[in-house]
C-alpha cells in the first residue's frame, strides 16, 4: 500500500541544506565587519598645525601620514585650528568613546603659549589627556611646540619644559619640535610666520614619523623597508 505525504512535509528534505546556507551567510556577515574594522586607529588631537591651516587639508601632513599608510591603519584627524590644551581635554572623552584608538598623538600648546597661558595648568591638561588615552588601551605620544623668543627667555622655557617633562612621566615618545627644519625657513612658513606652507607639510611629517613608527608595528601595521627611517625627501 502506497503511503502519501503530507502537504506540509513534501519539501522538508531541503530545509537542512537552506538552513546552513543561511547559517554561512550570517557567520560570514557577522564577521566581515570585525575582519574590515581591525586596522589599527590612530586619532590626532591637534591644533591648526595639524588641521592644514591656510593649505588645502589635503596637503596637511595628517592626510599625507594617510596617504603614507595606504590604508594599513586608519588615521582621525580630530584636530581644530585654535584649540587649546584645555579644549582638547575638555573634547578628548568623547572622540576615546566614539573612535576607540589605538594611538593617540597630542598636538597641543601652541595656542596656550601664544596667549601667554600659565604653563603649570597647560601641564595639567596634558598630563589629563595622556592618562585618559592610556586609560582607554591606547598608546600615547606628545608633539611638542615651541614659542617665539619675545616671550621671555623664562616662559619660554618654563613651556618646552612641559613637554619633556610629561613625556619623562608618562613614558610616552615625544617629537621635540614638530616644526623642526621648518619655522626658521620663511620659504616654508605662511606669511603670518605661524604655520607652515603645503611644501613644508612633508617635513612635518618626517619629523613625527620616527616617533609614530615604533607604535604602529607595534600595533601590527606592517610598514615597508625604510620606512621606519623615512627621511625628509624621499
Known sequence: MLQHSPVGQVHRPFRQPLRLIWLALFLWLANGPVWAGSSPRI??????????????????????????????????????SGETT???RTRLPEQLGQHDPDIVLI????????????PEQ????LAAMIEASQASGARVALLGIDIPPNYGQAYREAFRQVFSDLAERFDVPLVPFLLEDVALNDELMQEDGIHPTAEAQPRVLDNVWPVL??????????????????QTGD
Open 43 to 80: 586619532l590626532i588631537m591637534g591644533d591648526s598645525l595639524s588641521a592644514a591651516y591656510g593649505i588645502e587639508r589635503e596637503a596637511g601632513w595628517v592626510s599625507l601620514l594617510a596617504d603614507r599608510l595606504e590604508g594599513k591603519a586608519d588615521v582621525v584627524n580630530a584636530s581644530i
Open 86 to 88: 584645555a579644549g582638547g
Open 107 to 118: 598636538e597641543l600648546g601652541g595656542n596656550d603659549g601664544l596667549r601667554g597661558l600659565s
Open 122 to 125: 597647560m601641564r595639567a591638561n
Open 213 to 230: 613608527s615604533p607604535l604602529l608595528e607595534s600595533s601590527g601595521v606592517p610598514l615597508a623597508d625604510g620606512q621606519t627611517a623615512r
